[in-house]
């Protein structure tokens, strides 16, 4: 069995970003960008009034006061989208809007709050300083910068500084399509009779909403019956539609786990099978180099039980779908320190990952342990927020005790 640090790494290692693509502007929110954000025009594009007010000369203004205002002819109206007609002459002012162009002969655009308009003339009730209330052009930045680089999720705010600059699509890595594979006998379909020995599936549900948490929309949900023949072909399916497979269940070393031997008889090269964590252990990972598409393919086997196929999705599927995304190695896998709140126990010789509760006394961080830890027990995890890094060789964690935890990918 490998260790966690060896499997991430080596999984990690296999994939590569998916192709990119055009993508227009409405459409690119979640996506992540395969291209530089280039500044394709000044910013701000023109000199213009941050204000609603007067442009005036310095000069014009110098003597000026709250009790003793200057009176300056009032020239023209500058609205946002108009340019200037004409320059301003000694002695006159022009009215300019917020966003509105700021002719050269302006030196400062006085607040309307100090100024007052009467009989095409307006009373300027303040000194202003050499471009005060001017948004100089090119002050952000100017054309041809690179204002972020790619690899970036494309946010609200990405999306907006992308349209500001004036581009009508960008290029965005393709998000992979999934297929979730369950296997089992005993499931049934939620809403139906349970009948005696059965049990509801709830894994195809886990697996496609964590998926979808980690913004991916493609996904097509499979169930092979527990027979070679019926999960090879239930794989094939999926192979042939999806960039990444994720199969619950039927992994281990039982009788009727058919999942290994069923993708090494489809072609499916074994990268590793079996990691010493807990919950987790029966993990398998494989690549598929797909002859028809030409592409890439990758499978992850995830154990049966519940609780470990979301785990094990959350410790190696959502940074694998991360990278190819676009994201990067994901190499910034974040363990926040916290303070335990119960003592927590287990055999040493193997990682394991324990549900908690991670909040703030007000002055630290704690974590509450789950008190359902065993790996059939969705409640301990429905109630949880974070792992638990239990190391390796430890057999108690004492209350009290800092220790490494780690959000859960559905919390943040
Ligand atoms: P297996 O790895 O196939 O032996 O499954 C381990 C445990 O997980 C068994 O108790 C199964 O009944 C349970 N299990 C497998 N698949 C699912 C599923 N889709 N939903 C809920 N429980 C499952
Ligand atoms: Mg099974």
Same mark, same amino acid.
């Given at each position: ?99 509105a ?46 204002? @972020?680089?790619? &690899?970036?999720? *494309?946010?609200?705010p990405?999306? /907006? =500084?992308?349209?500001? +600059?004036?581009?009508? %699509? ?51 949900? @499979?169930h092979? &019956?527990?027979? *070679?023949?019926?999960?090879?072909? /239930? =794989?094939?399916?999926? +192979?042939?539609?999806? %960039? ?11 009788e ?21 964590i ?10 598929f ?13 995830l ?35 916290a ?33 359902a ?40």
């Amino acid at each position: 069995m490998i260790s966690y640090e060896e499997a991430r790494a080596k999984i990690l290692a296999q994939i590569v970003s998916m192709p990119t693509k055009s993508m227009p502007l409405k459409r690119l929110l979640g996506h992540v960008s395969a291209e530089p954000v280039i500044a394709r025009i000044d910013s701000p594009p023109f000199d213009n009034s941050a204000v609603d007010g007067y442009g005036v000369r310095l000069d014009d203004v110098s003597e000026a006061s709250e009790q003793s205002p200057v009176s300056l002819a009032l020239k023209e109206t500058v609205r946002a989208g108009d340019v200037a007609a004409g320059n301003l002459a000694a002695g006159t002012a022009m009215k300019i809007l917020t966003g509105a162009w700021v002719a050269p002969s302006v030196e400062a655009v006085v607040m309307r709050e100090y100024c007052t308009e009467k009989d095409g003339a307006v009373l300027v009730g303040d000194c202003a300083e050499l471009g005060a209330n001017i948004r100089r052009r090119g002050k952000e930045f100017e054309q041809g910068k690179a204002v @972020l680089p790619e &690899r970036q999720l *494309l946010s609200p705010p990405v999306v /907006a =500084l992308i349209a500001s +600059l004036g581009y009508k %699509d960008f290029s965005v890595y393709r998000k992979p399509k999934v297929a979730v594979v369950t296997t089992g006998d005993e499931l049934t379909k939620p809403g139906l009779v349970l009948m005696p020995g059965k049990i509801y599936d709830s894994n195809s549900y886990a697996i496609d909403s964590a998926v979808r948490c980690d913004g991916l929309e493609d996904v097509l949900i @499979l169930h092979a &019956r527990e027979q *070679l023949a019926a999960t090879k072909s /239930a =794989l094939l399916r999926a +192979l042939r539609f999806a %960039d990444v497979v994720i199969s619950t269940g039927g992994v281990s070393v039982g009788e009727f786990d058919f999942v290994k031997i069923a993708l090494e008889e489809l072609g499916v090269k074994t990268q590793l099978w079996r990691i010493s964590i807990k919950p987790g252990k029966p993990v398998y990972f494989g690549i598929f180099d797909d002859i028809a598409s030409g592409r890439r393919k990758y499978v992850f086997g995830l154990p049966g039980n519940p609780v470990s196929a979301l785990v094990t999705y959350h410790l190696f599927v959502k940074p694998a779908i991360k990278k190819l995304r676009g994201l990067g190695d994901y190499a910034d896998e974040m363990w926040l320190p916290a303070r335990l709140t119960a003592t927590v126990r287990k055999k040493p010789g193997r990682l394991e990952f324990v549900r908690g509760r991670v909040s703030s006394d007000g002055s630290s961080v704690v974590v509450e342990p789950a008190t359902a830890q065993d790996s059939h027990m969705l409640s301990g995890l429905a109630g949880a927020n974070a792992l638990i890094y239990f190391p390796l060789d430890a057999g108690e964690l004492p209350a009290g005790t800092i220790v490494k935890t780690q959000l859960l990918s559905w919390n943040s």
